[in-house]
C-alpha cells in the first residue's frame, strides 16, 4: 500500500508539470537524449529480477529503427523542445552497474526517474545522481545498490520527492544526511527506510515546511528525536520504526494538526503517552509498540473517530482497558498484546463492524468471551490469558477468520472440527492448553479445513488423531502434543509431504512408522512408548534440525547415519536404551549444537570425531557405560558450554591438555561419579574464563543458548524461551528445580571420583561460580583462603575428603553461600561465627571430631566428639542429578535462520512476511512445548 501512495504522489507531481504541453501536437524528440538513452540501455543487462509481479523489461521497445525517444515506453519528453523530462523504469528486469560517467546522467532536462524494483545488485549507487540538476523527483527504491550515497546528492535543490527504501546495503554519511535536510528546502515526500544512516538527527535541524511523508524506518538512527519534527505544519505521514531514537513525544497546542499517520514503533518513548497527542484527531494509523510505555490505557483513543489501526503491543500499560471504542468504528487492526492489562473483555470491541485483526495476547484478562459481531474479523489472538467459560456460540458464524488463538487459558468445554469447519481460509487454529476438551467423533465433510497451516492441540485430552486432518494437505506445523493417543500414525498421516514441524510429545504412542520425512525440520516425540530400533527411513531427513526421541523405549545401536544429517543442530536421544558405541561418524563442519545421549547403555570410548562440531554447546552423555581416559582433546570445541559426563567409567588423571585456556565457554562441568585421579589441575580452573568475573547485571537474565550465532556468524538469533532446560538438584532430601539454566548458573561437580592432593589456590578467581561439588575424593590440605573471593557461590561441598586444618574465617564473607556441607574430614578448631555459617546445622560438619564451636554441642577447650557415627553419609550434593532435556538449546535459529534470510535478503510482499511472522511466533510456541522435561527420570 505505501509503495502504491508513493507512485500516484510521484505520478501527481509529473503530471502537474510539463506535461501539460500535450495539445500541441507530437514532440520532436531530442537526438541527444535518443543517443544517451540507447547507450544506457546497452550498459545494462536484463536480469530474472522481477519481484513486482512483470516479467517485462520496458527497454524493449528502445531501438534505433525508431529514434522518436518520446514515444518509448518510460519516456516521456517536454512537448515543445524534445527534451527527456520522465524515465519509468520501475520493474523492467534492469541490472548490471550504473558507472558514474553512465550516458544516463547527460539527461540534463530530467525531471523525474524513476528506477525502481530493478536488480542492480552489486552495483554501487548511482555517484553521477548529482549530475542530474532539473531532478524534483527521484525513485530508486528497491534496486539493491550497494556503497556510499555521494554528497552531490544535496545539490539537488528541485527536489520533491525521494525514494531510496530497501537498498539495505547503502550508506548515507553523517555529513550527507544532513545536508540533505539543509539544502532541499522543496521537499515534500523523503523514504529512506532500510538504508543505513547510522547517526542522529541534528537537533537544530531546518526540516522542509512543505515536508508531507517522511519515512526514516530501520535507518540505525541514534539519540534524541528534535521535537520540531512533531510541529511541522503540512506533515501528514511520520515513519520512524525500529530505530534507536529517544523520543519525546511534544505536549500539542490546540491547534488542527495535519498528521494521519505516525509509526514510532520499537524506539525508546518511555513514559506515559501525553494526552496532547488526542489533538490529532485526523489520526488513521498509530503504531507505537515496543516503545516502553507504561500507565494506563490512553483513553483518549475515544477521539480519533478516522482510526484504521492501532497498535500499543509490548509495552508495560497496564489497569482495564476501557470500553471506548464505540465511535471507532474505521479501526480494522487493534493490537494490544503483550502489555499488563487486566480485567474483562472489552465489549465494545464486539461491536467494530469493519475489525480485522485483534490481538490481546500475553495480558492478563479474564472473565468469559462475549459474543462476537463482526464477521470482518481475519485474525483472532485471545491467548496467554485467564479467559474462563465457554467458546461463544457465535465463534462458529466469524466465516472469515483466518487464524485462530485462544492457547494458554482456563476455557472450558468441549470442542471439535465443526465449531471451523465453515471458515474456508483458516489457516492457524491454537487450541492449546486452553482447558477446551477436543471432541474427535465428529466427521467433517472432504470440503473442510483446505488451507489449514498450523494446528495446535496441546493439552485438550486428544484421543484420536482428528481425522478432517487427512483433507488438509497443506498442513505444516502439527502440535499434539501432551495428550492421550495411543498406538502408532495412521497410514494417512505419511502423506502429509509439506509437514516440516511435528510435535507429539507427551502422549503414548508405539512406532515411527508413517512419519513423513523427508521435509521434516523439528521432530519431537519425547516421553512416549516408541520400542525397537530407529527405523530406517529417518536417514532420508535431510532437512531435519531439531530431533527429540528423549524419554522412550528406543533401543539397538544408533544408527551411523543419524550423525552426518546434514543440518541436524539438536539431537535428543537421552533415556532411552541404546547401547553400543556411540558411531564415529561426526563428519567435518557439523552442525550440531547440542547432543544428549545421556541415561543410556553406551558403552566404549568417546569418537574422536566429536571435534568436528566445531559449534557445539552442550554435551550430556551422562549414565551411560562410556569407558575412556578424560577427554582432554574436548579442549578443541571452543563454544562448548555444558559437558555432563557424570556417572560413566572415565577414569585416569586430567592431563595433557595442549592450550593455555581450555573451555573458556564451560558453565556447567560435571565429572561426578567416575574414576578421574590425580589432582585437580590448574590449568583447567584457569581456562574456565565464563566462570570469572561475569557481569552479574548483563548476564543475570540471560537464558544459556539465548543468543549465539550460527553459520560463520552470518546472522545472530534472539529467542528467549524456545527451550526448556531444567535441573535437579537434591539438596538435604529436597528438590530444587531449575526450569532455565541462566547464564549465571555456574557449576563444577567432581564428586564422587579418586582426585588427591591440595585444593588449588586458583580456584578461588571462579568468582562467578555458584556451585563446587567436589564431594567423595581424597583430597588433602586445607581449605583455600582464597575461596573467600568466589563471592558468587551459593552451595559447597567439600564432604567425604581428607581435609585437614581450619575453616578459613574469611569464607564468613561468602554472604550467598545458602548449602556448605565440610563433614567427614580432619578439619579442627573453632567454627566461624558469622553472617551465613550461623545458618548451618550440625549436619554440615559430621565427621570433624576436632572442630568445635556453635552448631556443635563440643564446646572450644573440651574434648567431646563433634559427630556421631555416621557411616558413609551421602553428601548433601552429591546427590546432585541433571534432569537436562535441553531440547531447545538452539531451537531458536533452527528455522529462524531461514526466516531471517527470506525477509532480509529479498523484499516480499506484505502478506508473505506477514505469513512468515505467524510461522515464527507458531514456531516459537510449539518449540516450547515441546522441550518440556521428561515425565520420568
Not at 28 to 36: V, Y
Not at 445 to 468: E, H, I, M, Q
Request: a negative charge; hydrophobic letters at 40%; charged letters at 15%.
Amino acid at each position: 500500500m505505501e509503495r502504491i501512495l508513493l507512485s500516484l504522489v510521484i505520478l501527481q507531481f509529473v503530471y502537474a508539470g510539463e506535461v501539460v504541453c500535450f495539445s500541441f501536437g507530437d514532440p520532436l524528440c531530442s537526438s541527444h537524449d535518443s543517443l544517451s538513452l540507447l547507450q544506457f540501455k546497452h550498459s545494462l543487462s536484463l536480469t530474472d529480477y522481477h519481484d513486482c509481479g512483470s516479467p517485462y523489461s520496458k527497454t524493449t521497445s528502445w531501438n534505433s529503427t525508431s529514434m522518436d525517444c518520446c514515444k518509448w515506453d518510460g519516456v516521456t519528453c517536454n512537448l515543445l523542445t524534445g527534451h527527456v523530462i520522465g524515465l519509468d523504469l520501475s520493474c523492467s528486469r534492469l541490472g548490471g552497474t550504473l558507472h558514474p560517467n553512465s550516458s544516463l546522467f547527460q539527461l540534463r532536462h530530467l525531471q523525474t526517474l524513476d528506477l525502481s524494483l530493478n536488480g542492480f545488485s552489486g552495483s554501487q549507487f548511482p555517484q553521477g545522481i548529482g549530475q542530474l540538476v532539473s531532478l524534483a523527483h527521484l525513485n530508486l527504491s528497491y534496486c539493491w545498490f550497494k556503497g556510499r550515497i555521494p554528497l552531490e546528492m544535496s545539490h539537488l535543490t528541485n527536489l520533491v520527492s525521494v525514494d531510496l527504501s530497501n537498498n539495505i546495503n547503502v550508506q548515507f554519511s553523517q555529513e550527507g544526511f544532513n545536508k540533505l535536510f539543509h539544502n532541499l528546502t522543496k521537499l515534500e515526500l523523503l523514504s529512506l527506510s532500510e538504508v543505513n544512516i547510522s547517526s542522529s538527527i541534528p537537533m537544530n535541524v531546518s526540516f522542509s515546511s512543505s515536508l508531507r511523508y517522511l519515512n526514516l524506518a530501520t535507518t540505525n538512527l541514534q539519540g534524541d528525536l528534535p521535537k520540531n519534527i512533531f510541529l511541522l505544519p503540512k506533515l501528514e505521514t511520520l515513519r520512524l520504526s525500529r530505530n534507536h531514537l529517544t523520543v519525546s513525544l511534544p505536549e500539542y497546542s490546540n491547534k488542527t494538526h495535519s498528521l494521519t499517520e505516525l509509526d514510532l514503533s520499537y524506539n525508546n518513548v518511555s513514559g506515559r503517552i501525553p494526552n496532547s497527542l488526542g489533538t490529532h484527531k485526523s489520526l488513521k494509523l498509530l503504531l507505537l509498540p515496543g516503545c516502553n510505555l507504561i500507565g494506563p490505557f490512553p483513553e483518549f483513543i475515544r477521539n480519533f473517530s478516522q482510526i484504521t489501526q492501532l497498535d500499543l503491543s509490548y509495552n508495560n500499560l497496564q489497569g482495564r482497558i476501557p470500553d471506548i471504542f464505540s465511535n471507532l468504528q474505521m479501526l480494522t487492526h487493534l493490537l494490544l498484546h503483550n502489555n499488563n492489562f487486566t480485567g474483562p473483555f472489552p465489549s465494545s470491541h464486539v461491536n467494530l463492524t469493519n475489525l480485522q485483526v485483534l490481538t490481546l495476547t500475553n495480558n492478563s484478562l479474564s472473565g468469559p468471551l462475549p459474543e462476537f459481531k463482526a464477521n470482518s474479523l481475519e485474525r483472532l489472538d485471545l491467548s496467554h490469558n485467564q479467559f474462563s467459560g465457554p467458546i461463544p456460540q457465535s465463534l462458529t458464524h466469524l466465516l472469515n477468520l483466518a487464524d485462530v488463538f485462544f492457547g494458554h487459558n482456563k476455557l472450558s468445554g468441549e470442542i471439535g472440527a465443526e465449531t471451523f469447519s465453515s471458515m474456508k481460509n483458516l489457516q492457524y487454529l491454537d487450541l492449546s492448553h486452553s482447558g477446551l476438551s477436543w471432541s474427535s467423533n465428529i466427521i467433517i465433510n472432504n470440503t473442510a479445513f483446505p488451507l489449514l497451516y498450523s494446528l495446535g492441540l496441546s493439552s485438550c485430552r486428544v484421543k484420536d488423531f482428528p481425522n478432517f486432518l487427512l483433507n488438509s494437505k497443506e498442513i505444516r506445523i502439527l502440535d499434539l502434543s501432551e495428550n492421550e493417543i495411543h498406538g502408532q500414525l495412521p497410514k494417512w498421516f505419511g502423506g502429509f509431504s509439506a509437514l516440516y514441524v511435528l510435535n507429539i510429545s507427551h502422549n503414548y504412542l508405539t512406532s515411527l512408522d508413517h512419519i513423513p520425512w523427508e521435509k521434516m525440520m523439528i521432530l519431537d516425540l519425547q516421553s512416549n512408548s516408541l520400542t525397537g530400533p530407529l527405523p530406517s527411513p529417518i536417514c532420508t531427513a535431510t532437512s531435519l534440525y531439531i530431533m527429540n526421541l528423549s524419554c522412550n523405549n528406543l533401543s539397538a545401536e544408533i544408527p551411523n547415519c543419524l550423525l552426518t544429517l546434514s543440518w541436524l543442530m539438536v539431537l535428543d536421544l537421552g533415556a532411552n536404551n541404546f547401547h553400543g558405541p556411540i558411531p564415529n561418524k561426526f563428519p567435518k563442519n557439523s552442525t550440531l549444537v547440542h547432543v544428549d545421549l545421556s541415561k543410556n547403555q553406551l558403552e566404549g570410548p568417546l569418537p574422536t570425531s566429536l571435534v568436528n562440531c566445531t559449534s557445539l554447546r552442550i554435551l550430556d552423555l551422562e549414565n551411560n557405560k562410556i569407558r575412556d581416559t578424560f577427554p582432554t582433546w574436548l579442549e578443541a570445541l571452543q563454544e562448548l558450554e555444558v559437558l555432563m559426563l557424570k556417572t560413566n567409567r572415565f577414569y585416569g588423571p586430567m592431563v595433557g591438555f595442549k592450550k593455555k585456556s581450555p573451555f573458556p565457554c564451560m558453565r556447567i562441568f560435571d565429572l561426578s561419579d567416575n574414576s578421574i585421579t590425580g589432582s585437580l589441575p590448574t590449568e583447567v580452573l584457569k581456562g574456565f574464563k565464563a566462570m570469572m568475573n561475569m557481569d552479574a547485571h548483563k548476564s543475570g537474565l540471560e537464558y544459556l543458548g539465548e543468543t549465539f550465532s550460527i553459520l560463520g556468524n552470518i546472522y545472530e538469533v534472539l529467542y528467549s524461551g524456545w527451550y526448556a532446560e531444567s535441573i535437579l538438584l537434591v539438596m538435604k532430601n529436597q528438590e530444587i528445580e531449575s526450569k532455565k539454566i541462566l547464564r549465571m548458573f555456574t557449576t563444577i561437580d567432581l564428586s564422587r571420583n579418586k582426585l588427591e592432593g591440595e585444593i588449588p589456590k586458583f580456584i578461588g578467581n571462579l568468582n562467578s561460580l555458584l556451585l563446587l561439588n567436589l564431594s567423595h575424593n581424597s583430597l588433602t590440605g586445607h581449605i583455600p583462603v582464597e575461596m573467600r573471593n568466589m563471592s558468587t557461590l551459593e552451595a559447597l561441598d567439600l564432604s567425604f575428603n581428607q581435609l585437614t586444618g581450619k575453616i578459613p574465617e574469611e569464607l564468613a564473607s561468602l554472604t550467598f553461600l545458602a548449602v556448605l556441607n565440610l563433614s567427614h574430614n580432619h578439619l579442627v578448631g573453632r567454627i566461624p561465627q558469622s553472617n551465613q555459617f550461623n545458618t548451618f546445622q550440625n549436619d554440615s560438619y559430621f565427621g570433624n571430631s576436632d572442630l568445635c564451636g556453635l552448631p556443635l554441642s563440643n564446646e572450644c577447650g573440651k574434648h567431646k566428639s563433634a559427630s556421631a557415627p555416621v557411616e558413609d553419609e551421602p553428601s548433601i550434593l552429591s546427590e546432585m542429578t541433571w534432569q537436562s532435556v535441553l531440547m531447545g538449546y538452539g531451537c531458536g535459529l533452527t528455522f529462524g535462520l531461514g526466516i531471517v534470510y527470506l525477509i532480509y535478503r529479498f523484499e516480499r510482499p506484505r502478506w508473505f512476511i506477514n505469513s512468515l511472522e505467524i510461522i515464527i511466533n507458531e514456531m516459537i510456541y510449539i518449540v516450547q512445548r515441546a522441550c518440556k522435561r521428561c515425565r520420568r527420570n
